[in-house]
């Protein structure tokens, strides 16, 4: 079986295996601070949402799809259209593949042939690792050229616990 990574834009057909992949981060981890796992239709809604102004990556390994990334609006006010929110969620089982480079990559490709100049990613964060939520998103946003710019302290509640959020900003 080959593991080449093919990079393509998302179709309507792929939301119930993101809501998959996504599942996890909402149910057993911190990474995400939505309580409940979004069903297939409601990421359907999303995804139609996202593609009408921004890109949205999947990535595919032998057919199966194994991770995603989209950008968003940061705010709706006109003098941050230059400024997009970068999200990537890659199948737990297949991380430290290469495959969240691999998405950023096309996705910044994306977003600076549409003009976006800066992105910025929200990555969940507590100074020690628990059980719920490790330093993968930073230390990867950081390999990919981010840098930390905002450190929200206990902003979000989740499993009885208190987390951070962290803002972290890259000039394409
Ligand atoms: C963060 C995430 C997207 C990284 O995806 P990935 O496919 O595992 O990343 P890659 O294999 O491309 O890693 C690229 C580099 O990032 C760095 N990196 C990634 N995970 C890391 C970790 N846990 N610790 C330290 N560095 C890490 C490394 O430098 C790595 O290169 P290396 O493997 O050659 O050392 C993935 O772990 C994930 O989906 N996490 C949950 C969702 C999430 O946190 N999303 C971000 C918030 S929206």
């Not at 996504?22 to 996202?50: G, H, L, Q, W």
């Not at 705010?75 to 691999?102: E, F, L, P």
């Not at 490790?134 to 981010?146: A, C, L, V």
Request: contains cysteine.
């Amino acid at each position: 079986m080959t593991d080449e990574k093919i990079i393509r834009d998302v179709q309507i057909g792929d939301a119930a295996r993101l809501a998959e992949i996504y599942s996890y981060y909402v149910r057993d981890t911190a990474v995400s601070f939505e309580y409940d796992a979004p069903s297939a239709k409601e990421f359907e809604c999303r995804i139609k949402n996202t593609i009408e102004k921004y890109p949205y990556l999947v990535c595919e390994i032998g057919s199966k799809v194994v991770g995603y990334a989209y950008a968003g609006q940061y705010s709706t006010r006109k003098a941050y259209d230059w400024t997009a929110t970068s999200s990537i969620y890659v199948d737990k089982d297949y991380r430290r593949q290469g495959i969240g480079s691999a998405l950023y990559k096309a996705l910044e490709d994306k977003l600076r042939e549409q003009g976006i100049v800066n992105v910025l990613a929200g990555a969940a964060y507590c100074e020690t690792e628990d059980e719920y939520l490790t330093h993968d998103s930073k230390e990867f946003h950081i390999r990919q050229g981010y840098s930390l710019v905002a450190h929200m302290k206990e902003v979000g509640r989740k499993f009885d616990r208190w987390y951070d959020l962290l803002w972290l900003q890259k000039k394409l």
